[in-house]
Each structure stands twice: as C-alpha cells, then as structure tokens.
C-alpha cells in the first residue's frame, strides 16, 4: 500500500514574489510528468537538428569538410577533365606543327590531316551545332541520319576550297626578290630586298597565329587565311600586330627589317604554306 501511495503521490510546484513572499503561480504535477516533457523536448531538439542538417548549403559544407563527394559533381568533373584533354592534346599538335613551319621544316601528311582538323575546328563546331538546332527543331529521332549529317560537314567544308590560282593574293611588299624557294636547301620562301622601314602587308584576310621572336627568324608573324592557307613574314624589325588579331588584305603587320640569325641583312622572308606544305609564293604573287 505505501509503494502504491507513493506512486500516486502528487507534487506542488508554487512561484513565490520575491518581494512579498506571497504566492504568485502554483502547480500540482506528477513525476512522470517531468520525463514526459524532458523526452518531447528532446525530439524536438531532434527533429529540427535533423531539418537544418538536411538543408542543400549545409549538407554540402559538411560533404566537402568530412571528404564526401556529390555522384553527380564527381560525373560532371569527370566530363569536364575529359573535355580540357582533348582540348589540351588539340592545342600541342597545334603547336608542334606551327613549331615545325617556323624552323622549316616540311610536315608529315598524317600530321597536316591534324592540323587541318585543328584550323578548321571553330567553323567545324558552328556548323555542327547549326546541324543539331535543325534536328532537334525537327524532331529527328533517327540516330542514323543523325550520325551521316554529322560525317558530311568536313566534305562540305572540302568542297568549299577555292584552287589557289583563284585567289587574288596581294604582295606584301614589292621588291627585288634576292634568294627564291628552294626547298632543297632547306630556304621555303623567298627573300624579297625593299628599303628600310617598308611596311610588310598581310596578303588575304586572316587571323594571327604567330606574332613573336625566335632566334633564328626574329620577329615573325604568321597568319591563317582561308583554304588552309599559312603566310609567314620573317626578319621583321617590328611587328604591329599580335596573336589573335584579325586583320584585312593588305593590312600592314610589320615593318621589315633584319633580325634574327638566318638573316644577313634588311629584307623580307616570305612563306606560303598550303594543306601543311610550302608553296613558291612566286607562282601566286607579282612582287615586282
């Protein structure tokens, strides 16, 4: 009987003022009452823990602090590395031909059908992806006609090369041509002789892949035209434009000069390179 009274006896909390002692609040609970409320307490404690945990930022402020990876950001970085590869291994063919044109030395074909890939890559990608707006707008589900439109751009690009001998290629300077091409003895262009502080003018319309100094041909430019079409002007004593400049047909790029160890006094070195290949500029340009 006592442990039964015990259990059922009942207890009075009352709040006092603290000037007058008199009783303010009073209120009669049950022990079992206080656990009652330390549990819901402690589960609502619990449950908005848990809510403010779950939230995006914070979720992944405690990912990245304890090494955990998003699924679908490891994906996309995995794209991403993929992409600035092929990129990257675009860029160094690149370079290693434009390495090899400016030392003179003649490229392998299986290297000009990289390069050539390479010249052509930022009309290649404009037409390709006008191919997919049109498809998609289209709803062209087929995967086959959807990988022949795809194959068919370089042949258009091919069939839109004009014969050089079509194409109106203005002097870059007029003068007396002292050294022809003579491929044998490793000389790819002609030495054109002009008087000091000529200005040396694109011959078509192009982009500057080149404007800098190498020890043997000093100040160089070389220029990217249509029909995979390179114009080199070497021993230059400055140059007016840089990499990256788009510039006109008889536009004026440098001033001739004569630096450089390959150079034995003031002229222009001349190059033509077509499809990778040095051509006599004599064949295609009147410099008298």
Same mark, same amino acid.
């Given at each position: 009987?006592a442990?039964?009274?015990?259990? =059922?006896?009942?207890?009075?909390? &009352?709040?006092?003022?603290e000037?007058?002692?008199?009783?303010?609040?009073?209120? !009669?609970?049950?022990?079992w009452?206080?656990? &009652?409320?330390? +549990?819901?307490?402690?589960?609502? !404690?619990?449950v908005?823990? @848990?809510?403010v945990? #779950?939230l995006?930022?914070?979720?992944?402020?405690?990912?990245?602090?304890?090494?955990?990876?998003?699924?679908?950001? !490891?994906?996309?970085?995995? /794209?991403?590395?993929?992409?600035? /590869?092929?990129?990257?291994?675009?860029?160094? *063919?690149?370079?290693?031909?434009?390495?090899?044109?400016? #030392?003179?030395n003649?490229?392998?074909?299986?290297t000009?059908s990289?390069? @050539?890939?390479?010249?052509?890559?930022?009309?290649s &990608?404009?037409?390709?992806?006008?191919?997919?707006q049109?498809r998609?707008?289209?709803?062209? %589900?087929?995967?086959?006609?959807? *990988?022949?439109?795809?194959?068919?751009?370089? $042949?258009?690009?091919?069939?839109? @090369?004009?014969?050089?001998?079509?194409?109106?290629? *203005?002097?870059p300077?007029?003068?007396?041509?002292?050294?022809?091409? %003579?491929?044998?003895?490793?000389?790819?262009?002609? %030495? +054109?002789?002009?008087?000091?502080n000529?200005?040396?003018?694109? &011959?078509?319309?192009?982009?500057? +892949?080149?404007?800098?100094?190498?020890?043997?041909?000093?100040?160089?430019?070389?220029?990217?035209?249509?029909?995979?079409?390179? #114009?080199?002007?070497?021993h230059?004593? =400055? @140059?007016l434009?840089?990499?990256?400049?788009?510039?006109?047909?008889?536009?004026?790029?440098?001033?001739i000069?004569? $630096?450089?160890?390959?150079?034995?006094?003031p002229?222009?070195?001349? =190059?033509?390179?077509?499809?990778?290949?040095?051509?006599?500029?004599?064949n295609?340009i009147?410099?008298?």
């Amino acid at each position: 009987m006592a442990d039964k009274k015990q259990k =059922e006896n009942q207890f009075r909390l &009352v709040i006092f003022s603290e000037k007058t002692f008199e009783e303010v609040r009073s209120f !009669i609970y049950k022990p079992w009452y206080l656990w &009652v409320a330390i +549990i819901v307490f402690a589960l609502i !404690i619990f449950v908005s823990t @848990l809510a403010v945990v #779950s939230l995006a930022p914070i979720r992944q402020m405690i990912n990245q602090s304890s090494g955990y990876a998003d699924p679908d950001q !490891i994906l996309q970085l995995r /794209e991403k590395v993929i992409e600035l /590869e092929d990129v990257a291994a675009s860029q160094q *063919i690149y370079i290693n031909n434009l390495r090899a044109i400016l #030392s003179g030395n003649v490229i392998h074909d299986t290297t000009v059908s990289k390069d @050539l890939e390479l010249v052509d890559s930022v009309s290649s &990608v404009a037409r390709i992806e006008e191919d997919e707006q049109l498809r998609t707008s289209f709803d062209l %589900d087929d995967k086959l006609s959807s *990988i022949t439109l795809s194959q068919s751009q370089p $042949t258009t690009a091919v069939s839109n @090369l004009r014969p050089l001998e079509q194409l109106y290629l *203005i002097p870059p300077i007029t003068g007396s041509v002292s050294y022809g091409f %003579d491929p044998e003895n490793d000389h790819l262009g002609l %030495d +054109i002789n002009a008087p000091p502080n000529t200005p040396v003018k694109a &011959v078509l319309d192009g982009y500057i +892949i080149y404007a800098g100094w190498t020890l043997e041909t000093g100040n160089t430019i070389g220029i990217q035209h249509d029909n995979n079409l390179i #114009s080199f002007y070497k021993h230059n004593s =400055e @140059l007016l434009k840089n990499t990256g400049s788009n510039v006109k047909a008889g536009e004026a790029v440098a001033i001739i000069g004569n $630096t450089g160890t390959q150079s034995t006094g003031p002229h222009l070195h001349f =190059e033509l390179w077509s499809n990778g290949k040095p051509i006599n500029p004599a064949n295609y340009i009147n410099f008298e």
